[in-house]
C-alpha cells in the first residue's frame, strides 16, 4: 500500500511495484475524460500525462518507486526503489 512521507520540501509517495507500475500504465480511455478540457490546454495535458507515465515507468525497481511532489503538487523526481525491472 502506498505511503506518504512529508518533508520541507513536499511529499515523497512510497509506492510498491504494483501500485508504480498501475501509475506508469494507468487505465485506458483517459483522453476521453481529457476531451472535456477546452484546446489548447487538452493536448498540453494529454502530452504531460503521457511524458510523466513514461518518467515513471522507466525509473521503477522491484521494490517500486518513490515520487517526490512539491508542496504545489508538481512531480519533480521519482527514484527507482531497488533494480530496475519494467511493468511487462
Known sequence: MASVKTRWWGVIVELNRD??????TGIDGY???MAAIPPPWNVIVVAAVKLHKIWI????GTNGADMHFNWAGFLHNVKRRGPFQSCG
Open 19 to 24: 501500485e508504480a507500475c498501475f501509475a506508469a
Open 31 to 33: 483522453e476521453y475524460l
Open 57 to 60: 515507468g522507466r525509473n521503477v
